[in-house]
């Protein structure tokens, strides 16, 4: 009887080996399917990503987002100088004559002492003299700021500076089409003609 136990016991210690050498093997299988998991997932990942780059329509949704956020950039950075310059113009318009006038403000304080004084002398001379120096320090100031006379005397006629008041017939041939008088005197405005120089032009 207990040889026979024993061997039932011996059987049923075998069976627990087996069972546990499964269960150990299970495991074993088990993380190395963990691992392969592991090891597979970036690849997994990477081949999303791929898949997701040589997608032609994710790509061209991509590339508009991003140029219609430039082009939102650009609009309102457009209107801002737009708006800059308005304002810059519009007081270019009310405040750009200024420095004109600023300079000129010499020759009327000049010209009013004169007609003071004036008052106080009969001198002919003087008076001519005081005017003449009023007059050239006038052109002297217009000429700092670009303005020149338009030249006249024994100037063959030209539409592009000149205009013609009066035509002078009998002149003879060598003053034919040339200015005879300047009737009213031209200006430029740097290479500009502001007013042109009213003649009158042998015929």
Known sequence: MAKKEKEQEEIKNEQT???DCMNQETANNEDVQEE?????????AA?????????????????????EKKFYYKSAEFENYRKRTIKEKAELIL???????????PVIDDMER???????????VALKEGMELIYKKFLKILQGMGVKTIDTADQDFDTNYHEAVAMVPGMGDDKKGKVIDCVETGYMLNDKVIRFAKVAVGQ
């Open 17 to 19: 080996e087996s069972q």
């Open 36 to 44: 392969q998991a592991t090891e597979e997932t970036p690849e997994v």
């Open 47 to 67: 081949e999303e990503e791929e898949t997701a780059d040589s997608d032609p329509l994710s790509k061209a949704m991509a590339e508009a987002a991003e140029w």
């Open 95 to 105: 405040n750009g004559s200024e420095k004109a006038v600023t300079a000129i403000l």
């Open 114 to 124: 004169a007609l003071a004084n004036a008052e106080k002398t009969d001198d002919a």
